[in-house]
Nanobody, 115 residues
Framework: QVQLVESGGGLVQAGGSLRLSCVASGSIFITDVMGWYRQAPGKQRELVATITVGGSTNYADSVKGRFTISRDNAKNTVNLQMNNLKPEDTAVYYC?????????WGQGTQVTVSS
């Protein structure tokens, strides 16, 4: 069983930055894809960014050029550097690990951007 623990959320003014981190328990598989998703009140959960073990990344159009996802395979960690934050980035951010046919989620961390 994989457990994911997120940290780094908080309150920031528009234009500011935050860095989210997620640590996964256990070993990393070569097929693992890790990523960040977010869910704003009244909206569906949406993809923010994903990264493979090899470092290939994928971003939502809304965050391209502002957010950067990275991972440290040795530490089982995935990070999300968020710059130039906007009020519409306000949401609960979830870490996800996709392993073959299974998905594992963290408990979520709140990010609030004030205007």
């Amino acid at each position: 069983q994989v457990q994911l623990v997120e940290s780094g959320g908080g309150l920031v003014q528009a234009g500011g930055s935050l860095r989210l981190s997620c640590v996964a328990s256990g070993s990393i598989f070569i097929t693992d894809v890790m990523g960040w998703y977010r869910q704003a009140p009244g909206k569906q959960r949406e993809l923010v960014a994903t990264i493979t073990v090899g470092g290939s990344t994928n971003y939502a159009d809304s965050v391209k050029g502002r957010f950067t996802i990275s991972r440290d395979n040795a530490k089982n960690t995935v990070n999300l550097q968020m710059n130039n934050l906007k009020p519409e980035d306000t949401a609960v951010y979830y870490c996800k690990l996709g392993r073959l046919q299974n998905n594992y989620w963290g408990q979520g961390t709140q990010v609030t951007v004030s205007s």
